[in-house]
């Protein structure tokens, strides 16, 4: 009886001892929060726990965001802020011409290329036309001919589709709160100016034409994520094509594989001949921020980025496989790539829609 007892007490003792080693005496780790503006594309992975796990457990950060628009972020309060992580070299350039060298170091460190995503009918519709065909099953979009029809005013009926209403139209974001619409207007810029980058000069000739093409939109979502989540949600009356970035849709086939088994066989993404790279620079603003491209850049965080959320990385190219994904048409290079204008261009493009 009395060595159960002494039993008891030496357990009782141990778990003591382990109660006050684990909550008082253990030494501490010194956790550093980043705060900064995050575009909302990548709150998938900024959310991941696997993501989230890795920067508290070998970087010891925690990383706090805000969703903000590529653009917009560039122009919102910067005040103990440690960063910011666009979608675009466009807002880079931006940030530069506003602030000058007052950051610590950026780098790129996702890509995406911008794609078109559309219903499987408005695809086939497209495909009759002769806008859009399949090779090695990836489905791609001539811009010359969806843009002519476009500025046409050709309506969705004249193409088959009755059920749709009003003349076709492409929809993106804003222009000048979100990069995937941002990067799409230079796109119709260059397309304007027969497929070559458009430049100030030309601008002065295809200027009206590229006014009235986003005219056309109405009211534009200023998140990429949000148009995109509007687009499969809403179905085809409401978005029959949405401009995106390819990530978007591989990350969806991911973290929702019942949802995307659902509605996968309705979905079409269509690679636009040419399309632009979104290339996705961090911004560090302090040291704490520069910290995080160092994370970011490391082969685990690189290789979760591709796999569960679609962004291409600086992996070795067999981690670029499409095959990678239940994603029908992932090409495992994306070869037609055009160059967007310079960053006096792109903003004069944006003045050009918004007066």
Partial sequence: MKK????????????????????????????????????????????????????????????????????DMVSAPLENMDYLFPSSYTALE??????????????????????????????DAFKKQGWARVEDETGYIDLFKLIDAVLADTKWSSIGLDE??????????????????????????????????????SLEINGRDLKRFFS???YLESSSADLFSSFLKTGIGAKPVIVGYESQILEFSVEHPADWNYIKDDIVVLYPEP??????????????????????LKEEIQALAWETHGFRTGMASGLQEGRVFDVKGVPGQVKKVIQLPNPDTMQRIMEIISN
């Fill in 164 to 201: 749709l209403y009003g003349n076709i139209y492409v929809l993106s974001t804003d222009p000048l709160k979100s990069n995937s619409g941002n990067m799409f207007a230079g796109l119709v810029a260059n397309m304007l100016n027969g497929g070559e980058v458009a430049t100030g000069e």
């Fill in 94 to 123: 931006l940030y530069k011409q506003k602030y000058g060298s007052a950051y610590k170091r950026a780098e790129v460190v996702f890509n995406s290329p911008i794609v078109l995503y559309a219903r499987k009918s408005v695809s």
């Fill in 275 to 296: 399309t632009v790279w979104s290339s996705h620079p961090f911004i560090a603003l302090t040291d704490s921020g520069n910290r995080v491209i160092d994370a970011l």
């Fill in 216 to 218: 056309k939109l109405g």
């Fill in 4 to 71: 159960r007892i002494a039993g008891f007490v030496i357990l009782a003792f141990v778990i003591a001892l382990a109660f006050v080693y684990q909550n008082f005496l253990r030494p501490k780790l010194q956790v550093t929060v980043i705060d900064g503006y995050l575009g909302g594309e990548k709150s998938g992975l900024f959310d991941d726990e696997r993501f989230t796990g890795a920067m508290l457990k070998n970087y010891t950060i925690s990383i706090h965001y805000k969703k903000a628009g590529s653009i």
